[in-house]
């Protein structure tokens, strides 16, 4: 029978939404372009409840838009006459017909043309499907709907730091709900998700590093069409940023282990909301090792033996690339001309980056094949330095000799001139005599 009831306040819903989808009248936004009042008089009213909205409004995107008060709540947008100005005026919806409300706007994509061409109008169609559609559609009224979101009279593009949506905003919105333990006790549903979130290496790229890339709850779990992803599409979802590593898990042994085992891709070893960093110290079968603490492998099985194989070719590679960057930088400092070297030695640091992706195959040959090209290139790199400060002995036992030679010409100069002034004191001592006789 709830199924039923269900089924026909969706039939009710869609019903009443096929109605309401027609755009503003012309005249009405004719009205609100030549300057509606309403915010005139609202504004100098003591009621915050009445006042607050009208302040709102003025940096509100439908606002700048020219979509005032009356857009929403009907009446006369332009009459100074409180009776006149409010006739025909539709109050606040209840919960359960606000998507609707906006999407008389929203969904109707000549209207939406003139305004915002790129904004997408099939929000209602999507909300409809998400946890919070249907749960609405089911006379749940705690649920977010499109005002808890974005707000009513305060609507800020994304962009605006000051929005609800903005990026950086985002965790704190959903959390405001989901963090709230008496509300989240009806579904039984955690409410630890924004602690974790914000101890995240994706909350540190967002807040301190400023990358407005970095995902955020919607990214993950959609917005309109809100819904957790099920197991078997936690991979595809963190394949949307991490694509490459995705492709390699799809062909790996996890793919279909985890799917078997009910357990999520990625998050089976990185965690869902408090990920961090990903580290070489994930590899292999020692205790800060996912390989041993999801409880799958240890010393004594082939995955395990793998993992650890995996571990010393990362290993490897990775203090092959230091050992030879340090030696580079070492002969620059030097005075030696490396840069050459330098640049092709990056190719080797690529080759550990695409290395770690490719660790997510979990076949061990596909992983030694790329830690032999890093390996190759950095022993050129090694090599290249090597060269270059055995040019720099030769040039020191060349400087040694030059200064040697110099040296000695120095000395011969300086005994020949000696010589030649006690030539010259024997001379002058042999003719003052007769000059003093004179």
């Known amino acids: 029978m709830s199924l039923l009831r269900a089924a026909g306040r969706m039939a009710r819903l869609l019903a009443a939404v096929s109605v309401m989808l027609s755009p503003l009248p012309d005249a009405l936004l004719a009205q609100e372009a030549a300057g509606g009042a309403c915010g005139a008089c609202h504004i100098e009213l003591p009621d915050e409840r009445l006042a607050e909205p009208a302040r709102l409004l003025q940096d509100d995107v439908h606002g700048v838009a020219g979509i005032a008060c009356a857009g929403c709540h009907g009446g006369d947008a332009v009459s100074t006459d409180a009776r006149t100005a409010h006739r025909g005026m539709r109050t606040r919806p209840a919960r359960d017909r606000e998507p609707e409300m906006c999407a008389r706007c929203h969904s109707n994509a000549e209207f939406m043309k003139r305004y915002n061409p790129d904004l997408r109008i099939d929000q209602l169609d999507r909300y409809l499907t998400s946890v919070h559609g249907r749960r609405l559609a089911a006379g749940d009224t705690a649920v977010a709907t499109c005002v808890d979101c974005h707000s009513n009279h305060g609507i800020l593009p994304e962009t605006d730091e000051r929005s609800s949506v903005h990026p950086l905003n985002v965790p704190r919105l959903c959390g405001s709900c989901h963090a709230d333990p008496e509300l989240m006790a009806a579904y039984e549903l955690p409410t630890d998700q924004l602690e974790e979130y914000e101890r995240s290496v994706h909350w540190r790229m967002l807040s ?50 985890f799917a078997a085992r009910g357990q999520p891709a990625c998050a089976t070893c990185h965690a869902n909301h408090d990920i961090q960093e990903a580290t070489d110290h994930l590899l292999g079968i020692e205790e800060a090792a996912t390989c041993r603490g ?145």
């Open 294 to 438: 999801s409880g799958c492998h240890s010393a004594a099985d082939a995955g395990g033996q793998a993992a650890v194989a995996i571990q010393s070719l990362v290993d490897s590679l990775r203090t092959a690339y230091m050992e030879a960057d340090s030696l580079l930088l070492e002969a620059e400092h030097a005075g030696m001309h490396v840069s050459q070297a330098q640049f092709e030695l990056n190719q080797a640091r690529t080759a550990l980056v695409e290395t770690r992706a490719v660790v997510h195959a979990a076949r061990l040959e596909a992983v030694r094949e790329k830690v032999g090209e890093g390996l190759e290139i950095a022993a050129e790199g090694y090599a290249e330095a090597e060269a270059a400060f055995h040019e720099l002995d030769i040039r020191r036992g060349g400087l040694a000799v030059s200064s040697a030679v110099i040296l000695l010409l120095i000395v011969g100069l300086i005994m020949k001139i000696r010589q030649v002034e006690r030539t010259q004191a024997m001379h002058a001592a042999k003719t003052a005599p007769g000059e003093m006789d004179e």
């Open 208 to 257: 301190e590093g400023g990358d407005l890339s970095a995902p955020v709850c919607n990214d993950c779990h959609g917005n309109h069409g809100a819904a957790p992803p099920g197991y078997e599409s936690v991979g595809r979802v963190c394949a949307e940023c991490h694509y490459q590593i995705g492709e390699y898990y799809a062909a790996s042994p996890h793919d279909s282990v």
